[in-house]
């Protein structure tokens, strides 16, 4: 019997009441034995989603210039206000949401309506363990109609649409699963609830016209990952979106006049972390997980960026395959291994080759397709290309999963995060459960129903290391397991 284990978190379009253990031998015929169960418990509310889902239409949000008018603070219609309860702890939509001198003003009659000001924002300076970073009336105050004009003027500049205000720090901006599995991914779960309509169920939600970094100096530090892919994505999944930095918000300040924004996502890094769930899982959208949001609510940011990159869609059906269009299309579902061999926090040597056998074996007895990827030997576009035709992504714990917001959504789509023995982080499976999904652990199957978790973080002392343990047999089991009767076998 084989006697290495290895830690796997195996994210697949299913949420199962399901937790099995699973040693494998040579043979590969499963057995229990007695491998303890992590923990987990029930949270409540329990994130429930819409089966509807978004259209691919982003509505046309543009206006003239002629209509852009200064807005005059004399009445209750000018108060800022948080459109359909779109808030969590660091993620807020703001409609007339107001600027003065790098200040911001809610405007309200009655400021017990709106969250704790240090649930709305923090200081955007760097994080350092003992540094206090709630929030003072230079970052955001409250003031009502009555001290309007004294504080604000008789009318505002108007920035017209949806602004996305990232008021923070750098210092975690320029990292591909920070910026966009938790700042990005995480506003737009939020904004997705302005998406649901009670008389007409789910509405199409226009893009944003303006990204704005105020804190963000592009000489000193910039915002953009070292791999350099942040930014371009960007530009493929929001090309009608400016980016704009510190120089930009130092020029409202200068105009020394006050200015209003349409409708703003505000957020904050810090913020986001005092929720009650960040003490749990350790992560800046955490609290975004128990909002209630449209079923397929990512759809308009992933088909806008694999259609503007790639000039098409993938299109998979319930057995894995790319239907659609033509020139996309697999005859057997597409399994990618995403290697770390050629970086830091790798598998054993012996145990990739081992791994790359195992899947290739699957290859020759017809279920998938495999391919084997070092994700930075490859162009952009390429990336995203093996991703979006992809049904299992492979891999160990690190950036390159990211890209699993790329894949399309089927009911055999899953990600396989390989672990260090003992060891367990959220990164990665908080990406793949805004898709839906059910987690395998090394040699062990563990799966979670909607609103059970693992327990905590566990990061041992080899987590980070470059002689991670896998079985490979055990993976091609999984993946053999999930897709022989999708292909017909």
């Not at 409540?44 to 206006?63: F, K, M, W």
């Not at 540094?131 to 109609?145: A, G, H, V």
């Not at 990005?184 to 303006?210: N, Q, T």
Request: charged fraction near 20%; aromatic fraction near 10%.
């Amino acid at each position: 019997m084989a006697s290495n284990r290895l830690y796997i978190i195996l994210i697949s379009s299913f949420l199962l009441v399901l937790i099995l253990g699973f040693t494998f031998d040579s043979s590969l015929r499963p057995r229990l034995h007695g491998f303890a169960s992590p923990s987990f418990d029930t949270l409540t509310p329990l994130l429930e989603v819409n089966e509807t889902r978004l259209s691919a239409g982003v509505q046309d949000s543009s206006i003239a210039a002629d209509d852009i008018h200064p807005i005059h603070l004399n009445d209750v219609s000018t108060e800022t206000t948080i459109p359909s309860g779109a808030h969590v702890h660091g993620f807020t939509i703001l409609d007339r949401v107001y600027l003065r001198n790098g200040t911001f003003y809610i405007l309200t009659s009655d400021a017990s309506r709106f969250p704790p000001r240090r649930n709305l924002i923090s200081r955007p300076w760097k994080k350092v363990m003992g540094l206090n970073l709630d929030p003072t009336d230079e970052d955001m105050q409250f003031i009502d109609i009555e001290r309007a004009h004294e504080v604000l003027g008789s009318h505002a500049l108007r920035i017209p649409d949806f602004s996305v205000i990232v008021y923070d720090h750098p210092q975690f901006m320029t990292h591909f699963y920070h910026w966009w599995g938790e700042v990005i991914l995480g506003a737009w779960r939020v904004y997705s609830k302005l998406s649901i309509e009670l008389d007409s169920g789910i509405k199409a939600l226009p893009f944003p016209s303006r990204f704005i970094l105020p804190v963000v100096n592009v000489i000193e530090e910039g915002w953009r990952d070292k791999a350099g892919v942040d930014g371009p994505l960007m530009r493929a999944a929001f090309p009608g979106s400016s980016i704009e930095v510190a120089d930009a918000w130092q020029d409202y300040k200068k105009l020394n006049v006050t200015v209003v924004f349409d409708r703003i996502m505000l957020i904050s890094r810090d913020a986001a972390h005092k929720h009650p769930f960040g003490g749990r899982w350790f992560k800046m959208i955490a609290g975004t997980m128990n909002l209630t949001v449209p079923d397929g609510f990512w759809g308009p940011v992933q088909r806008s960026l694999v259609d503007n990159l790639l000039g098409g869609i993938p299109n998979v059906n319930d057995d894995g395959l790319v239907v659609y269009p033509p020139e996309f299309t697999s005859s057997r579902p597409i399994v990618t291994y995403i290697s770390r061999q050629g970086g830091g926090r790798r598998l054993l040597e012996k145990d990739h080759e081992r791994l790359v056998i195992s899947l290739k074996d699957l290859e020759v007895e017809g279920i998938c397709q495999v391919n084997v990827a070092q994700m930075e030997l490859l162009s952009l576009k390429d990336q995203i290309a093996l991703v979006a035709r992809s049904t299992v992504i492979v891999g160990v714990h690190g950036n390159g999963l990211t890209h699993q917001l790329w894949m399309p959504w089927s009911k055999r789509s899953t990600v396989i995060e390989i672990v260090y023995p003992e060891s367990y982080d959220w990164d990665y499976e908080m990406l793949a459960r805004n898709m839906g999904h059910k987690a395998l652990w090394n040699d062990t199957l563990i799966t979670y129903p909607k609103g059970t978790y693992y327990k905590g973080v566990t990061i041992g002392e080899n987590f980070h290391g470059n002689s991670i343990p896998v079985y490979g047999p055990a993976i091609a089991k999984t993946i053999r397991d999930l897709l022989i009767d999708e292909v017909g076998k």
